[in-house]
């Protein structure tokens, strides 16, 4: 039967270990629930993580609990309105939702702070496929390509969207 100590967090070290580097650990692994507490930990220290709001949001999407991820990611965001990654992340949580308009808008910021993150460049384009602006999904794919040459996936739906383009046009003629 293992000691009162050895339940729970683990004691080794735990002390002086940061509370949002081992949420990082926690969600990494797959333990969503630890990343949360241990984040909401960080946060009762220290309310102007915005790190421990961002991973305390990414444990809440995965609980299927978007309202609740975006304001956390708005915390984040009122801390420092600059963080790509808040920002991008406060995206997801739209797009999850189902509010693509709102996930739109949180991409572009993310952009105009870190143009060259494929992965928002991605996400963004992935969006406007899906709701049909088919030639704006090119241009983000394009920007993808410049920044990430070898991204098979922005390749391919560039070469799917001008094809549905090109389908698009003869039935209007």
Same mark, same amino acid.
């Given at each position: =039967?293992?000691?009162?100590? !050895? ?19 926690? /969600? $990494? ?8 507490? =241990? ?6 220290? !220290? ?17 299927? @609990? #978007? ?22 992340? =406060?995206?997801?949580? #739209?797009?999850?939702?189902?509010? $693509?308009? !709102? ?9 105009? $702070?870190?143009?060259? @993150?494929?992965?928002? $460049? ?8 899906? =709701?049909?602006? /088919? ?17 098979? /996936? ?20």
């Amino acid at each position: =039967m293992p000691r009162t100590e !050895d339940i729970g967090e683990p004691r080794v070290n735990s002390g002086d270990r940061d509370p949002v580097a081992v949420a990082r650990m926690a /969600f $990494l692994s797959g333990d969503v629930e630890r990343a949360k507490r =241990m984040a909401d930990k960080a946060i009762s220290t !220290d309310p102007l993580r915005q790190d421990a709001w961002i991973i305390k949001g990414r444990a809440l999407v995965c609980r299927f @609990d #978007h309202a609740g991820a975006k304001e956390c990611y708005k915390q984040a965001l009122e801390i420092d309105e600059d963080n790509s990654e808040a920002w991008r992340r =406060m995206a997801f949580a #739209h797009r999850m939702n189902g509010e $693509l308009g !709102d996930a739109i808008e949180c991409w572009k910021k993310a952009i105009e $702070l870190d143009p060259n @993150d494929p992965r928002t $460049l991605n996400d963004i384009a992935s969006a406007l496929d899906e =709701m049909g602006e /088919f030639e704006l999904a090119i241009e983000y794919y394009e920007r993808t390509l410049k920044v990430n040459p070898d991204d098979p /996936f922005a390749r391919e739906n560039i070469r799917l969207n001008r094809r549905i383009l090109d389908r698009l046009a003869k039935r209007k003629d």
